[in-house]
């Protein structure tokens, strides 16, 4: 099992500068990646997501979180978009500014108005209550807090009156996924596209379970491989 990941880290034939195709595709398909369990000698089907789908030599390896954790570094070098998907992240996001906290709020609609009976399904008024909630935890610290809002939903941006809001409705999902990657702290519902942005920008985030929660600020934490805080 070491070698085989060994074998897939170094191979020659993966680099960086995947199409936004390819990783268009990945994305797709990570959010199978919970049920990912391998047996020896399983077949590999086409939904078996990220490095199974890409090197063969990763057939006869079980998903551990171990492999995840040591080679993080790696895996975001990787899974690094191409430069164009900087550049309009750039427009919507601009460059850090001195004593400015950004919260990215990933808002999930589509399916998730009907996935698990819509457990996790929020009104646009539900994130409202939180933004102005973690605006008022980080009201102490001085800084100006602006939110960059990613969503498959489209609604009023009246709702937002009064917040300062980063938002642009109908961005490419890679756009919305490094975006949030780029802020400093994250809030979504339970989904593997907040937690791959947690990842791969090192952003500390909290999971929404419901639409009646209180948190502070040290429940943002840090997700080091999939559903696992640091």
Not at 61 to 71: E, L, V, W
Not at 102 to 125: A, C, M, N, S, W
């Amino acid at each position: 099992v070491k070698e085989g990941f060994t074998s897939y880290c170094q191979d020659t034939t993966l680099r960086p500068s995947i199409s936004c195709k390819l990783l268009n595709m990945t994305i797709h398909f990570v959010d199978k990646f919970i049920h990912l369990v391998l047996k020896p000698g399983e077949k590999i089907p086409l939904h078996k997501p990220l490095g199974i789908l890409f090197n063969p030599k990763w057939k006869e390896i079980r998903y551990d979180k171990g492999y995840i954790i040591k080679h993080a570094e790696y895996l975001r070098y990787l899974f690094t978009p191409d430069e164009e998907i900087w550049q309009a992240i750039k427009k919507i996001v601009p460059s850090p500014i001195e004593n400015t906290v950004t919260v990215g709020v990933h808002i999930r609609g589509g399916d998730y108005r009907t996935y698990l009976k819509g457990r996790y399904f929020y009104e646009p008024e539900v994130y409202r209550k939180y933004m102005v909630q973690i605006n008022e935890l980080l009201e102490p610290t001085n800084k100006q807090v602006r939110f960059l809002i990613c969503t498959n939903e489209t609604f009023d941006p009246v709702i937002f009156k009064g917040l300062n809001i980063l938002y642009q409705q109908g961005n490419d999902i890679l756009v919305d996924l490094y975006g949030l990657s780029c802020c400093d702290y994250l809030m979504g519902p339970p989904s593997t596209f907040s937690q791959w942005a947690s990842f791969y920008g090192k952003v500390p985030l909290k999971l929404l379970y419901s639409p009646n929660e209180t948190f502070s600020l040290q429940d943002f934490k840090r997700i080091i491989t999939l559903d696992t805080f640091e």
